[in-house]
C-alpha cells in the first residue's frame, strides 16, 4: 500500500527534520531517493546510499540544475517533496523592525523554492507525477511578531494551489501538508520549552519525524491519485477550532511563568 517502489523521488530540504525522515523512509520503501538542500543531512545518506546534489532551495538556477541532474541519475522523475517551509523563524519583532532583507529571505526559502520545484520539476515528472509541499499553520492564520513567516507561509500555500490548477490536465498533482509546532530547529532546545510545546495541540504531543514521511509517502503515492490542490493539517488537531483542556492548561502556564 502507498508503493513508492521504483519511483524517483527527489527530497528538497533534506537536511531538515522532516527532509531527513522522508530521506529515511522513502528509501527504505524503495524509492531511488535524491537529497537536495543548502547543508549536507549527514548519516541518513549512508544506508542506503542516498545521491546529495547540495543547492539553495531559493536560487533559480540552482535548483533547476538539481532538479535534471536527479532527473537524470534515474532517467525518470516521479515525485518532489519541497520542504524549505519547514525551517526555523529566522526574524521575530514588530511590523516596525522588519528588514526588507528578512522578508525576501523568509519568501525565497519558502514560497519561491515551491515556485522553482513546479516551475523546473514539472516538465520532468512524468504524467501523474506529484509534489508535496510543507507549510506552517501560520499560513492561515497569521502571527504576531512573525509577519515575515507568515506572509511566506501563505505565499507557499498559494503557490501550491495555483500549480495543481495548472498542471491537472496533465495529471500532475501538487498538495501542501499544513504543520503545528515540531520539533527542532523551530522551538528553544530546552526540555521545558519542548514540555510546554507539546502540550499545545488537542493530542498533546509532538509529532513524529516519521509520521510526516508516511503523510507525504501516502501523497506521492498512486492511491492518492485524485488529491490534488488540497491543504491537508498535520497538527495534532490544532487546528480543529475549539480549545482542548490541555491547550488551555499549556497556556496558562506559560502565561504564568511570564509573570
Known sequence: MFALNDKTIVVVGAAQPYGRACVARFAAEGAHVVAVDRRNPGDVLRKPKTPF????????????GALERAAA?????????????????????PIGELA??????DLGQN???????????APLLGDGGSIVAYASQTALTGGATITSHAAAQAALVA????????????????NCILGG??????????ERELEVAARLNPLGRMPK???????????????????TGAVLPFDG??????????????LAEVLGRRN
Open 53 to 64: 546534489l547540495r543547492a539553495d532551495p531559493a536560487d533559480e538556477a540552482a535548483l533547476q
Open 73 to 93: 541519475l534515474h532517467e525518470r522523475l516521479d515525485g518532489i517533496v519541497c520542504l524549505p517551509g519547514s525551517e526555523a523563524v529566522t526574524w521575530q519583532g
Open 100 to 105: 526588507e532583507s528578512s522578508f525576501d529571505w
Open 111 to 121: 514560497a519561491k523554492a515551491l515556485l522553482w520545484c513546479a516551475k523546473h520539476g
Open 159 to 174: 503557490v501550491a494551489k495555483s500549480a495543481a490548477l495548472e498542471l491537472a490536465p496533465r495529471r500532475l498533482r501538487v
Open 181 to 190: 509546532p515540531f520539533d527542532a530547529p523551530n522551538l528553544e532546545d530546552t
Open 209 to 227: 519525524g516519521e509520521e510526516f514521511a508516511a503523510f507525504a509517502q501516502f501523497l506521492l503515492s498512486d492511491e492518492s491519485a485524485f488529491i
Open 237 to 250: 488537531g490544532a487546528s480543529a477550532g475549539a480549545v482542548a483542556p490541555n491547550v488551555v492548561d499549556a
